[in-house]
């Protein structure tokens, strides 16, 4: 009897335990799907689209798609009612399950054409789904990193560039077709079965080998995963709504690309240009040291339309500017002193590194005389340290045509009076000698004009040295 006893315990102990590890996995999915939807490009993709954050989900899954049997061997039976609980729980908040919807929307055409020409099935679009959630800006403590999770030896093996100003495992195009690479030897070496080649990808083909030379079965963790891809995927593609592609389409039309000729950095294109960080960061994932790479050209850089084409007209702005030293403001303030037992003013003035003549003083005292839990005004200089660091507008004059960056002048056409006008006299020019670090955008700003306007006086292109003599035209 008490043998028994001990048995059921241990069952139960054992039930205990893999509903914890199974809770412990799939908070962990609905942990990256809400850290998918927190992305700029999702927020922007929520803003402009509340509607599509409106249609119906699914709310449980009973079976997966038929057609799955040959590719996942003994993984389709039917979920039952504890897998339909636990795999419903990871997909119950509406908003997640749309935005991860949407994301497969707008990945599934570029992992899709891969799949197609390497001949694998298309079943593998969905492994990012549970793999990161479609973050590109995914990482985690074992060093993976982008939608597809990819390790660094994996990385390197299909000659991504891996480096503290590059991760190419965070890029789309780039990332997906080393993925499918890497998928598609594991496809082969396992002859299809995606059993294998899931658990191959997600632990590592030496754990597949060794469980199959040693004739083992798939431990609950490796089931759990492969059950769990099953169902998710069989979700997302029976979900009744409608295709996002275009949407994300119009969000991406927002952002122009771009490659930099000279080295810069983060910081400046977020004080020159006007840029959130966060977003920047966000839109470029694959970019993730805090300097720019002037000779990399394999992932373009994204900037919003109008700082892209502030940047496009005026790009020395951006190479050539220098963050300015920060100012350090002396003030006074008063701080109140609370008198304590034996203290006196002579005592309290040399705390504060002040007169006694001063505390009375700021106190009105007549005498010396002081007593204890008597409060004393003290005028104390705080140093305050302020960023002089100018955060410009990215408006732009109107021009006509677009011409080169070396002879960049914004032609005006006025239509002709109809009667001639007094001449007026012209507002003198004031001359400005241009010191180290400065540049055009600087210059103008400092007598509130533009750069185009002192370039159109001068008769010069945006490239200006130490020394040289500036005319900044006056006020009219």
């Given at each position: 009897m008490r043998n028994k006893q001990i048995l059921l315990?241990?069952?139960?102990?054992?039930?205990?335990?893999s509903t914890v590890g199974a809770q412990s996995f799939l908070h962990q999915r609905t942990h990256l799907y809400e850290q998918s939807s927190q992305t700029w490009i999702c927020q922007e993709f929520e803003r402009s689209n509340p509607a599509f954050f409106q249609q119906k989900t699914l709310q449980v899954i009973t079976a997966p798609d038929a057609g799955l049997d040959s590719l996942f061997p003994g993984m389709c039976e039917p979920f039952t009612s504890e897998e339909q609980i636990l795999f419903?729980?990871?997909?119950?908040?509406?908003r997640l399950v749309l935005h991860q919807k949407a994301l497969c929307d707008f990945y599934s055409p570029l992992i899709e054409r891969k799949l197609l020409l390497t001949q694998l099935p298309l079943s593998y679009k969905y492994l990012p789904a549970i793999l990161t959630g479609f973050n590109a800006s995914f990482e985690n403590d074992r060093d993976q990193a982008g939608i597809w999770a990819m390790s660094y030896p994996i990385a390197r093996q299909y000659k991504l560039r891996v480096d503290s100003l590059i991760d190419e495992r965070r890029g789309g195009d780039i990332a997906t077709s080393a993925a499918i690479e890497h998928l598609k030897s594991l496809h082969l070496k396992y002859q299809g079965n995606?059993?294998?080649v899931l658990i191959a990808y997600w632990k590592s083909p030496a754990y597949v080998q060794a469980m199959i030379d040693q004739q083992r079965d798939f431990a609950a963790d490796d089931k759990e995963f492969i059950r769990y891809y099953l169902y998710l995927s069989t979700y997302l593609h029976r979900l009744p709504v409608r295709n996002a592609l275009e949407d994300y389409f119009d969000v991406y039309a927002n952002y122009g690309t771009h490659f930099f000729t000279r080295s810069t950095s983060f910081r400046s294109i977020e004080l020159v240009l006007g840029c959130n960080k966060e977003q920047l960061r966000s839109i470029n994932p694959a970019y993730v040291g805090n300097k720019l790479d002037s000779s990399y050209r394999r992932i373009s850089f994204l900037l919003p339309l109008k700082e892209g084409e502030y940047f496009q007209r005026a790009p020395d702005s951006l190479y050539n500017f220098k963050e300015r030293p920060v100012v350090i403001d002396v003030v006074d303030e008063y701080i109140v002193h609370k008198v304590k037992k034996g203290e006196s003013l002579?005592?309290?003035?040399?705390?504060?590194?002040?007169?006694v003549n001063q505390i009375k003083q700021w106190n009105n005292l007549r005498r010396n005389t002081i007593r204890a839990g008597q409060n004393l005004r003290i005028r104390q200089h705080k140093r305050v340290v302020k960023p002089d660091v100018p955060k410009p507008k990215a408006d732009l004059p109107p021009t006509s045509i677009q011409l080169p960056q070396d002879t960049l002048k914004i032609d005006t056409v006025r239509p002709k009076p109809s009667l001639p006008k007094p001449k007026q006299a012209e507002p003198k020019a004031v001359v400005h000698t241009v010191k180290n670090g400065e540049n055009l955008w600087l210059i103008a700003k400092k007598y509130k004009t533009t750069p185009e306007k002192i370039m159109a006086l001068n008769k010069c292109g945006e490239n200006i040295r130490p020394g040289q003599k500036l005319k900044i035209p006056g006020k009219k």
């Open positions: 315990l241990w069952a139960f102990l054992c039930l205990v335990v419903g729980t990871s997909l119950s908040i509406p995606m059993n294998n002579g005592t309290i003035a040399k705390k504060y590194r002040v007169s």
